[in-house]
């Protein structure tokens, strides 16, 4: 299902064959937690900005509206109107999150809905019950996030469990992906590399997920509070212990530079909810740096937010007008800046994919790192 097409240094430039398309790697996810893109973003604007998957979540779907509705209503690709590839987490991370309301058992989770404080349970078996519910190309395994900074021993004991929890996340896919009434016969699975910033224990545990034979893996638990160059040397460390040719997935991760530097570092795949959250609040991305359209020298200023861009805010729009959005409070600011942020994730990933195709992505990296260093 994954073909490594082509290599550039340890950059990886690859396809992934799923049932709803091609993946074209490496490739930035864009976050739609609750099946939509904050900021007013639809399913058609993700198609014109060149979004080729969506990422959803399986926790907050399975509380609102209910895993059991959206397979009622033919899955999640037809309740979005999407017909591209979907990844959904595991809802292990945000389960995880709720420290102060959760028990973690040997048989998975239990915790309190943030909605209204109802009891709920969830392990390996009921995520991937939720998640053939809503028929996403993607499932992910459901592990513990640990948190950071964390003990040995606590490590240790939960990475173990975790790799206990995917040997039954796969039996329970594998059983799902059987049943006539499910929603996507051919579900992908995902497992997930844990370990905190302990390299040898990183290692150890991607040796053993490897076994697994599954799609696709994943590094979980960074971008959580540890420093990038930590984040860069658990990569080095995890990724020549992972298969080569199944796609890998960075959880969470990140900024236009940590993109780059990890692509250099042989990942395929990337989400995180930076560039929707940045947009949501005036900060837009550009091919020189990141700018702020609410400070005050952009008041005049009847120019795109980047010139070299060919979205549709940059196509249509001023810093100016957007900056006045935002000042009456107008939804269209977030609107026109999420669209603008998504476009540049996903463009900048198929000028990563254009460069390792011609063999020149180190000098890619290089030029684009300098420029943006220089401009912060």
């Not at 020549?240 to 960075?250: A, V």
Request: hydrophobic share 35%.
């Amino acid at each position: 299902m994954y073909k490594l097409i082509k290599k550039s240094g340890k950059a990886r430039r690859g396809q992934l064959k799923t049932v709803h398309g091609v993946i074209e790697t490496p490739v930035f996810m864009n976050v739609g937690t609750l099946a939509a893109i904050k900021g007013a973003v639809s399913s058609m604007d993700l198609k014109e900005i060149g979004c080729q998957v969506e990422l959803s979540n399986t926790y907050h779907l399975a509380l609102r509206p209910g895993d059991q509705v959206i397979k009622k209503l033919g899955g999640l690709h037809k309740f979005m109107n999407w017909d591209r590839p979907i990844l959904t987490d595991s809802g292990g991370f945000q389960v995880f999150s709720l420290a102060g309301i959760r028990k973690i058992k040997e048989e998975g989770v239990y915790f309190n809905s943030h909605i209204d404080g109802k009891r709920i349970f969830m392990g390996p078996e009921e995520s991937m019950q939720i998640q053939s519910n809503l028929g996403s190309t993607i499932a992910m395994a459901f592990d513990e996030c640990i948190p950071n900074p964390s003990t040995r021993e606590y490590v240790l004991n939960s990475v173990a469990r975790t790799t206990r929890w995917l040997e039954r996340c796969k039996i329970e896919l594998d059983r799902l992906n059987n049943e006539e009434n499910t929603v996507n016969k051919k579900q992908l699975l995902f497992g997930i590399n844990q370990g905190g910033t302990y390299d040898d224990i990183r290692i150890e545990h991607a040796k053993t997920i490897s076994k697994f034979n599954l799609d696709g893996y994943a590094i979980g638990g960074l971008a959580v509070g540890e420093t990038h160059e930590e984040m860069y040397r658990v990569i080095d460390a995890v990724v020549p212990y992972l298969p080569e040719d199944k796609p890998i997935y960075l959880m969470g991760v990140g900024l236009p530079s940590n993109i780059l530097e990890a692509v250099d570092r042989g990942v395929d795949f990337f989400d995180c909810v930076l560039p929707a959250r940045n947009g949501r609040h005036g900060h837009v991305f550009t091919n020189s740096g990141k700018i702020n359209l609410l400070n005050a020298k952009f008041e005049l200023d009847d120019s795109p937010i980047d010139k070299d861009c060919q979205c549709p805010t940059c196509k249509n729009y001023s810093r100016a007008y957007i900056r006045h959005l935002f000042k009456a409070k107008e939804m269209l600011a977030m609107r026109l800046c999420v669209l603008h942020n998504l476009y540049f994730y996903n463009s900048l990933m198929q000028e990563i994919r254009s460069a390792i195709d011609g063999d020149y992505f180190k000098e890619f990296k290089d030029d684009k790192l300098k420029l943006w260093n220089n401009k912060a």
